[in-house]
């Protein structure tokens, strides 16, 4: 039965994917801004999971993140200096986390904005 279940989604997900590629072809886009952004297009996930894994990863990633960067950072991957550091408050590592990966993804943004605008003055 799940494997009934996974075929047909992963139909459907195909179908999605074929439409959707049709509609690229036929519309390009004029500006990085306007372009449309969907997150079934690069993850394909059960119906039912989705809000489940996306909040059990909004509040593991940062958090990793957090506790990554304070350990290579600030603590120059010490463990014993890592240790001395009286942070102990899981909100605390996941607002470092969350940052660093806010700004990370600013700044992929943004190459990705020049490139797409490098991309478009070659084709004319």
Known sequence: LNTVKRNLQDKRYREKQKEKK???????SKSFLTQ??????????????????IFIAFLLIPYTVGI???????????????????????????AIGYEVIAVTLLLLIFKSAINFRKFKKDEH
């Not at 049709?22 to 390009?28: A, D, F, Q, R």
């Not at 996930?45 to 989705?50: I, K, N, Q, R």
């Not at 200096?81 to 590592?93: N, R, V």
């Open 22 to 28: 049709e509609e690229h072809s036929e519309e390009k």
């Open 36 to 53: 449309e952004f969907h997150l079934s297009d690069y993850v394909n996930l059960p119906e039912g999971t989705v809000n489940i894994l």
């Open 68 to 94: 990554s960067f304070i350990f290579f950072i600030v603590a120059g991957a010490s463990l014993e200096t890592f240790e001395g550091i009286d942070i102990t408050e899981y909100s605390i590592y996941w």
